[in-house]
């Protein structure tokens, strides 16, 4: 089973920019917002390996093809919650609660396809935040109804939330009460890390190499 990691947090907040020390030649960037890469070069360097889309069974359908590819070990899908926002304003006009399951089902399929990658591939989730009513925030959907539905959360082992002070941009490894964070015990050293998904992947192989 590939491991699944989800970083959430508000726009500019350093997400997209944690990519840029991974290696182009083995990642895969399925870019769901149609943005640009948010630092210097950024484009350029993974070139080809952009792919754009805001379609789930696209998704699914390149991430099955990505399996066989040897030299891909990261695939980033970026402004993972687009895929509901844009299927959502896309069927306005249609009445009636069964869109909102289908669009939780079209949320939830990638994310099993990127489970059953190889076992050497890891697959980070970029997406924004929301805070409910009781001040706890969590990964943002388009509505309550698809948030009871699917708990996006619990299908990752590793969920980072984006944190700003003065001396930088980081992830936070872990809970802080208000939110939905987590990972396993011990792997990561401090509750503030780097932005910096290379740095992230490294510890995460670093703690399953000692089981």
Same mark, same amino acid.
């Given at each position: 089973?590939?491991?699944?990691?989800?970083?959430?947090?508000?726009?500019?907040?350093?997400?997209?920019?944690?990519?840029?020390?991974?290696?182009?030649?083995?990642?895969?960037?399925?870019?769901?917002?149609?943005?640009?890469?948010?630092?210097?070069?950024?484009? %350029? +360097?993974?070139? $080809? *390996? @952009?792919?754009?889309?805001?379609?789930?069974?696209?998704?699914?359908?390149? =991430?099955?093809?990505?399996?066989? %590819? +040897?030299?891909? $070990? *990261? @695939?980033?899908?970026?402004?993972?919650?687009?895929?509901?926002?844009?299927? =959502?304003?896309?069927?306005?006009?249609? +009445?009636?609660?069964?869109?909102?399951?289908?669009?939780?089902?079209?949320?939830?399929?990638?994310?099993?396809?990127?489970?059953?990658?190889?076992?050497?591939?890891?697959?980070?989730?970029?997406?924004?935040?929301?805070?409910?009513?009781?001040?706890?925030?969590?990964?943002?959907?388009?509505?309550?109804?698809?948030?009871?539905?699917?708990?996006?959360?619990?299908?990752?082992?590793?969920?980072?939330?984006?944190?700003?002070?003065?001396?930088?941009?980081?992830?936070?490894?872990?809970?802080?009460?208000?939110?939905?964070?987590?990972?396993?015990?011990?792997?990561?050293?401090?509750?503030?890390?780097?932005?910096?998904?290379?740095?992230?992947?490294?510890?995460?192989?670093?703690?399953?190499?000692?089981?």
């Amino acid at each position: 089973m590939s491991e699944l990691i989800i970083v959430i947090g508000e726009s500019g907040t350093g997400k997209s920019t944690s990519l840029r020390n991974l290696k182009a030649g083995e990642t895969i960037v399925i870019n769901v917002g149609g943005k640009k890469m948010p630092f210097r070069g950024g484009d %350029k +360097k993974f070139g $080809k *390996n @952009i792919l754009h889309t805001t379609n789930s069974g696209k998704i699914c359908s390149w =991430l099955e093809k990505i399996k066989a %590819k +040897k030299e891909i $070990k *990261n @695939i980033v899908i970026d402004d993972f919650q687009y895929i509901a926002s844009f299927e =959502l304003l896309s069927r306005a006009n249609e +009445k009636g609660y069964d869109k909102f399951t289908q669009i939780a089902h079209n949320v939830f399929m990638p994310l099993k396809e990127a489970t059953s990658l190889r076992d050497d591939q890891k697959t980070i989730i970029l997406m924004h935040s929301e805070t409910d009513e009781n001040g706890r925030t969590r990964a943002k959907t388009v509505g309550k109804m698809i948030s009871n539905i699917l708990n996006l959360e619990s299908l990752a082992t590793v969920v980072l939330y984006t944190e700003i002070n003065d001396d930088g941009y980081f992830f936070r490894t872990q809970n802080n009460k208000n939110n939905t964070g987590k990972s396993p015990l011990g792997m990561f050293p401090e509750p503030l890390i780097e932005n910096d998904l290379v740095e992230v992947i490294k510890k995460i192989d670093e703690y399953y190499e000692e089981d």
